[in-house]
């Protein structure tokens, strides 16, 4: 059987909270072992899993597997993005840094970036979403398994924890959370370039990417696509017609 594709595969199967992921990349800044941001890592966690249960250790386990992917030991395709987002992260301060983690979040585990799709997709028709109406669109592309419909969740509790959604008064029900604007130009494209990494194709219009519902919390002010390629020597332009513009991956 064919091993399925970074895009294809789920990957987060726990809560990641920003917090967790912050000072991962501190310690990734100051510490280049892995082994040792590993087991800091894990010690730092141990008082959020206070207990001996081995499915509780199990997950604090899981947890930190996650957050070091992200950003250190994640595929070999993304490690430019990751050096570059790491560089980011020492000069960038408040909505930028959320943005930084959550764009390398996505482009490590692509399934964030889907649930965030089919949730921003929701939010620009509706005020309200259900957990119920982002679980049955994500089962239209990933299979209907109870796994998928629990990792929908757990992606879901983790925008809340985020603050990028919150609760209603109904349990199951969110609303928009924050909304972050994003005018850095080295920085928006930094966030397109993530974006083309959880992208099957690796390639997408440039318009649909200023504007892409995965990155729903955040508002990129406009810039050309000329602009876009001759901050960042990772991606480039192709035209199509007249006024269509892709964005694609550099090849190297």
């Known amino acids: 059987m064919k091993p399925k594709s970074r895009i294809q595969q789920i990957g987060i199967d726990r809560i990641v909270r920003l917090e967790w992921l912050e000072r ?18 894990l010690e730092i966690l141990a008082t959020s899993f206070p207990t001996s249960n081995p499915s509780v250790r199990g997950s604090l386990a899981k947890t930190v597997t996650i957050l070091m992917n992200v950003w250190l030991s994640g595929p070999k395709e993304i490690a430019d993005l ?4 790491l560089e980011l992260l020492r000069i960038k301060s408040g909505g930028d ?8 979040l996505m482009a490590t585990y692509p399934f964030w970036g889907a649930v965030a799709g089919q949730a921003g997709r929701l939010l620009r028709l509706q005020e309200t979403i259900t957990a119920e109406q982002v679980q049955r669109r994500i ?3 990933y299979g209907k398994r109870e796994s998928v419909f629990r990792r929908v969740r757990y992606v879901l509790r983790s925008f809340i924890a985020w603050g990028v959604l919150q609760e209603t008064e109904t349990k199951g029900i969110y609303r928009r959370g924050l909304s972050l604007s994003i005018d850095d130009p080295q920085l928006i494209a930094w966030v397109i370039e993530a974006a083309l990494h959880a992208n099957p194709n690796g390639s997408t219009r440039f318009t649909d990417l200023l504007e892409s519902t995965s990155l729903f919390p955040f508002r990129l002010v406009t810039i050309s696509a000329e602009q876009l390629t001759a901050t960042s020597p990772r991606l480039d332009l192709f035209r199509h017609g007249m006024d ?6 550099r090849k190297k």
């Open 24 to 41: 991962t990349a501190q310690l990734a800044l100051a510490v280049n072992q892995p082994s040792t941001v590993k087991q800091s890592m």
């Open 82 to 85: 990751r050096k570059v987002g």
């Open 244 to 249: 269509e513009v892709l964005v694609m991956l």
């Open 97 to 104: 840094r959320l943005a930084i983690h959550w764009a390398m």
């Open 139 to 141: 089962c239209e592309q």
